[in-house]
C-alpha cells in the first residue's frame, strides 16, 4: 500500500507507491551514454587551452608542472559560464522592501574535472582516481572556507543537466545559506537540543544499521543506504561512520564506497544511469553537523506532483532498492 514519508535529514515527505511500478511502460533501466568524441572534448588532456586558466591541478611526478599544459590528474578552473562571481556588480532594479528582493550573485563557481580519462561517469574511474579527484574536491572546499555555504555537485549525462559530458565537477561558493540547507541545519540543531548534544544523521545511521533493511554496503570509512524517504528510485546516502561535519576537514572521504555503489548502480540497471550527486558540508551557523554525499539516479521525471507541490512520487520502496542494490 502506498505510504507517506517523512525524511528525518531534510523534513521533505515523499509518497512510497511501489505498485505504480507494475504500470505500463514503467520499467527502470538505463542505456550507455554516447562515446565522447575526443576532438571535442575541451576537458581531455592536451586541451587546457580550451578552458579558462586553471586555478589547481595536481600533476604528481611532472618535472616541469607548468599552468595548463598536459601532465595533470585533476584540474580545476573557473566555470566559463559563471553563475557566481566575486565582483558581481549590484543589481540595476531596485529592490522594494516588500515585494521585490534583490542582491548581487557574488560568490565562486568552479569546475573540477575529475580525471583526463574521456569517460562520463566518475564509476567509469579506477577508484584510486575517484580518491584523488575526491581530495581536490576537499582542498577546493578549504579554498572558499570564508563562504557561507559550499555546495559541490556532479552531473552526469544530459538528462541530469550535464552541459558536457566529460566527467566533472562544479563546486559553487555561495555569501548565503540556501533555505534547504538551512532547514537541515535547523533540524541537526533540534535533533541535538532534544537528545542533548547527538548527531541526527549519526543517530539514523545507527537505527539503519541496527534495522539493516536499507542498508547498501559497508566499509571502513562509511555506510551507505537507501533514504527512509528516498525521494526517486535508487536513490543513496553515503555517510561517515564516524560523525564529522565538514566534508572538508581530514578524514575520510568515502571514495571507495562511492565507487562501490556506483558500480552497483550500473549493473543493476545495464548502464550507468543519468544522476546528480552532491555533497552536503556544514554551512556557517551549524554548531551540529554532519557532512554526507546524495546520489539521485535520474530514471524517472518530475512532474506535477514534484514541481508543483514539492512532493516526490518514488515507485521503487528504498528497502526493495536497498535489498537488489546488495546484490547488484
Known amino acids: 500500500m502506498p505510504e507517506v514519508r517523512v525524511d528525518p535529514l531534510t523534513g521533505l515527505r515523499t509518497i512510497v507507491a511501489a505498485d505504480r511500478a507494475n504500470r505500463p511502460n514503467a520499467g527502470l533501466s538505463a542505456t550507455p551514454a554516447e562515446p565522447i568524441d575526443p576532438a571535442r572534448d575541451p576537458f581531455a588532456e592536451g586541451h587546457e587551452q580550451q578552458t579558462p586558466p586553471e586555478l589547481f591541478a595536481l600533476r604528481p611526478g611532472v618535472a616541469d608542472p607548468r599552468p595548463d599544459t598536459p601532465g595533470w ?15 558581481a556588480p549590484e543589481p540595476g532594479e531596485e529592490s522594494h522592501r516588500d515585494l521585490y528582493t534583490t542582491a548581487p550573485a557574488r560568490g565562486g563557481h568552479e569546475v573540477i574535472v575529475n580525471g583526463p580519462q574521456p569517460v562520463t561517469s566518475l564509476a567509469q574511474l579506477p577508484v584510486e582516481q575517484v580518491a584523488a579527484a575526491m581530495d581536490v574536491w576537499r582542498l577546493r572546499m578549504r579554498a572558499h572556507a570564508d563562504a557561507a555555504c559550499r555546495h559541490l555537485i556532479v552531473n552526469e549525462r544530459r538528462e541530469a543537466g550535464a552541459s558536457l559530458p566529460h566527467t566533472h565537477a562544479q563546486l559553487y561558493a555561495l555569501d548565503f545559506v540556501p533555505a534547504a540547507i538551512a532547514r537541515e541545519r535547523e533540524r541537526f540543531g533540534a535533533h541535538a537540543t532534544r537528545t542533548m548534544g547527538g548527531s541526527l544523521l549519526a543517530d539514523l545511521l545507527q537505527e539503519e544499521v541496527r534495522r539493516r533493511q536499507r542498508i ?39 571514495a571507495a564506497l562511492l565507487h562501490d555503489v556506483l558500480g552497483r548502480l550500473g549493473r543493476l540497471l545495464g548502464a550507468d544511469p543519468p544522476l546528480n550527486l552532491w555533497v552536503r558540508t556544514a554551512p556557517s551557523g551549524a554548531d551540529h553537523f554532519c557532512w554526507r554525499i546524495d546520489v539521485l539516479p535520474r530514471l524517472t521525471h518530475l512532474a506535477g506532483l514534484e514541481l508543483g507541490a514539492g512532493l516526490n512520487l518514488n515507485i521503487v520502496a528504498p528497502e526493495a532498492a536497498a535489498a537488489a542494490l546488495r546484490e547488484a
Open 73 to 87: 590528474t585533476v584540474r580545476v578552473v573557473p566555470n566559463l559560464y559563471p553563475a557566481l562571481t566575486p565582483d
Open 216 to 254: 547498501v554496503a559497508i566499509d571502513d570509512e562509511a555506510v551507505a543506504f537507501a533514504p527512509f524517504a528516498s525521494r526517486l528510485p535508487y536513490q543513496l546516502t553515503i555517510a561517515p561512520r564516524r560523525a564529522r561535519a565538514r566534508f572538508e576537514d581530514d578524514g575520510p572521504t568515502g
